[in-house]
């Protein structure tokens, strides 16, 4: 049992380092985008990033689309949070308590050290295995017993190697709630909400691993941690600083919004938020849930009444456009996502919803602003898959087959699609002269779809 687990921890930790090698390695992970709970979500980690002496700007936050409770690191300085983690939280100090936890984590290198305790455990281990066949070797001519110590040998070697790795990830686990800790102070936060969170947990270190929590699995708990958690909240200034008002509210819209999203509608109006429920938070849910049904007129009931009362709010404008998007009212579509990015002009997601909904009218005149506003919002966030698929379809509108099949490259690149890449970028080789940037683009492009494929391939081996 030692032994295979020792075999399942090395097989997660080089899995997780791998994440994040290449533009692609999304396509492993069931990933989300919203730009309201990207933007909530942000609120909250970037002063803990700035606490840490990180760049805000250089961490990425990625939302997994996955029910199990679960946030960690990968790729140096990628932060993976699943969605149900977000919804299982009560409340914005749990959720920026394992954002600072995290932030420990990228702060102190943790991933690229993990890869010094890997190899030192598999030598110990490898070392006890050469030893252990030796003394079999020798058994098989002088007798059972040193046979048997052989094998006792290669077991014990494996166990010390086990020990050697989880003492690792434990200290990994401690250095990361001390550096959360100070990050909180810092940002002159309480840790109530991360004390409470794993204590929360606490409970499944007891249960077998198929029924643990993925965050449990790996992030392996303690009593000394929590007792050190708990004794730092007896002592801070800050344990009684409560969330505000409107700090409540984000976190309340979040759970709502993802809730609407990814239970069944049904479920969300029956088990989540009832119709006799008259809450801001409640009525977001149920407009996405009739949204999804799909019920037009229930759900535009729901948002109408939403936007009564905030009419100045991008988000419950934009769930209106995709409202009517959903529903082919195109030319309505546009209005409300234009209304929104009027609200937040720099905002890419929104963007990328103008542009859709423009090139999706079949309007020929909408596709030169559906260009600029695709355009605009690449510039922001380079790496979203629908934006590049929509400029890809803009440009071969208005007969830019070069820029269409740089855009068609990219949208291949990030979705793992190798193969087209390269026949897209060869395309766009032969519309530009040599040496000019798009020229040069595709050679980019034909470069990572070549090391993108020698990656795939050594995975597949």
Partial sequence: MGSRLFRLLLAACVAAAQVAATT???????????????????????????????????????????????????????????????????????????????????????????????????????????LGIGLIAVGAASGAATARAGGAVIAGGQSVGLRTFLAYTRAQESAADQAALNYLDRTKQSAAGLLSFLERLQDQELLVTSRQDPYVRTHPLSRDRIEHIAEHVRASRWTSQAASEAEMERHA????????????????????????????????????????????????????????????????????????FEHAKLREAVTYYQQAVNMRPDDPLLLTGLGQAQVETGDASLVAPAIENLERANRRDHDNPSTWRLLATAYH???????????????????????????????????????????????????????????QERRER
């Fill in 397 to 455: 509108q208005v007969g830019d087959v070069g820029a269409s099949s740089l855009a068609a490259g990219e949208y291949a690149l990030l979705i793992g699609q190798v193969e087209n890449a390269s026949v897209h970028a060869g395309r766009a080789e032969r519309e530009y002269a040599e040496g000019t940037p798009g020229w040069l683009r595709a050679q980019d492009i034909k470069t990572e779809a070549e090391q993108l494929k020698a990656l």
């Fill in 253 to 324: 819209r979040m759970k709502a919004k993802l809730i609407g999203y990814l239970e069944r509608p049904q479920r969300v109006m029956k088990s989540f938020y009832p119709e006799t429920d008259t809450s801001l938070a409640a009525r977001y849910a149920r407009a996405v849930a009739y949204l999804r049904l799909p019920d037009r007129d229930k759900a535009l009931a729901e948002i109408d009444s939403l936007i009564a009362e905030r009419p100045d709010d991008p988000y419950f404008v934009e769930l209106k456009g995709q409202i009517m």
């Fill in 24 to 130: 692609a390695w999304a396509q492993n992970l069931p990933l989300i985008r919203d730009s309201e709970i990207e933007d909530t979500i942000r609120g909250w980690a970037d002063p803990l990033f700035v606490a840490a002496g990180l760049n805000p700007a250089d961490i990425r936050i990625l939302l997994v689309n996955d029910e199990a409770l679960n946030a960690f690191v990968a790729g140096g300085q990628n932060l993976f949070i699943h969605t149900g983690l977000l919804t299982a939280t009560d409340f914005p100090g749990q959720l920026i308590g394992v954002i600072a936890h995290e932030t420990g984590h990228i702060a102190g290198g943790h991933l690229a050290r993990a890869g010094d305790a890997i190899r030192e455990a598999q030598n110990l281990g490898l070392f006890a295995t050469l």
